[in-house]
C-alpha cells in the first residue's frame, strides 16, 4: 500500500496570509507512460463530505477558487492556499490513485490564527 | 447535476451484515467514464477506501475489508450497493458513496460525493 503522510497534522494562519500543507507519498505517484501525478486534494467542512479542491496534483477543479494551487511530483506535492478567508477553515486530505488500496493522508486542520 | 444520496440502516447489531445502497440522479451509472465508490470515516478520524465497481460489475476492494465486502450495481434502479458483513463496533462511521472520474483508462479522483450516512454498530 502507499503511505500518505501529510504535515503538518495542524496549522494556523491569518486571515489573508499563505497557507502551505505537505504531502509525502511512500512512493511515486507519478505515471511515466502519460508524465500525470496521480495525486489529488480535498477540503472537508465539519458535518460536510469531502470535497474535490485538485486532481492531477495540480489542476483545480471547475469552480474551485484561484487561490487554491497544488504543486509537487513524484512523491512531495504541495497545497498552498495564496490569501487565507475565513471560509477556509477546514481539514484537508492528500489522496493518491496511482494504485489500489487508494490510500488517503491522515488530514490537516487549517484553522484560523 | 449528478447527485448521490446514500440510503441504509443507521445501526446494525455486532456479527450482522451493514447494508447500503447509493442512488444516482442526474446521471447514469452505466457511464464507461465513472467508478463508483464507497468510502468511510470513524467519528472523528480520517478517510478509509473500501471500493469500487464499474457499470459492468467489475469490482475492485481494500485489501483490509476484501474478506467482508461486496459491492453491486443495479443499472436499472441507477443504484450500486455496499454490504459489509461481521461488523463490529469498529465498522461504526460515516459512509460516503463517491464517483470516481476516470482517465480514459486510469483512475482518476473522486469529484462527486453523496452526504454520508452514519452507520453505528451496536447491540
Known amino acids: 500500500d502507499i503511505v500518505m503522510t501529510q504535515s503538518p497534522d495542524s496549522l494556523a494562519v491569518s486571515l489573508g496570509e499563505r497557507a502551505t500543507i505537505n504531502c509525502k507519498s511512500s512512493?511515486?505517484?507519478?505515471?511515466?507512460?502519460?508524465?500525470?501525478?496521480?495525486l489529488a486534494w480535498y477540503q472537508q467542512k465539519p458535518g460536510q463530505p469531502p470535497k474535490v479542491l485538485i486532481y492531477?496534483?495540480?489542476t483545480r477543479e471547475s469552480g474551485v477558487p484561484d487561490r487554491f494551487s497544488g504543486s509537487g511530483s513524484g512523491t512531495d506535492f504541495t497545497l498552498t492556499i495564496s490569501s487565507l478567508q475565513a471560509e477556509d477553515v477546514a481539514v484537508y486530505y492528500c489522496?493518491?490513485?496511482?494504485?489500489?488500496?487508494?490510500?488517503f493522508g491522515q488530514g490537516t486542520r487549517l484553522e484560523i490564527k | 447535476q449528478v447527485q448521490l444520496q446514500e440510503s441504509g440502516p443507521g445501526l446494525v447489531k455486532p456479527s450482522e451484515t451493514l447494508s447500503l445502497t447509493c442512488t444516482v440522479s442526474g446521471g447514469s451509472v452505466s457511464s464507461g467514464s465513472y467508478y463508483w465508490s464507497w468510502i468511510r470515516q470513524p467519528p472523528g478520524k480520517g478517510l478509509e477506501w473500501i471500493g469500487y465497481i464499474d457499470y459492468r460489475g467489475s469490482t475492485n476492494y481494500n485489501p483490509s475489508l476484501k474478506s467482508r465486502v461486496t459491492i453491486s450495481v443495479d443499472t436499472s434502479k441507477n443504484q450500486f450497493s455496499l454490504k459489509l458483513s461481521s461488523v463490529t463496533a469498529a465498522d461504526t462511521a460515516v459512509y460516503y458513496c463517491a464517483r470516481v472520474h476516470l482517465g480514459g483508462d486510469y483512475l482518476g479522483a473522486f469529484d462527486i460525493w453523496g452526504q454520508g450516512t452514519m452507520v453505528t454498530v451496536s447491540s
Open positions: 492531477w496534483a495540480s
Open positions: 512512493q511515486s505517484v507519478l505515471y511515466r507512460s502519460n508524465n500525470k501525478n496521480y
Open positions: 489522496q493518491q490513485y496511482y494504485s489500489t488500496p487508494i490510500t
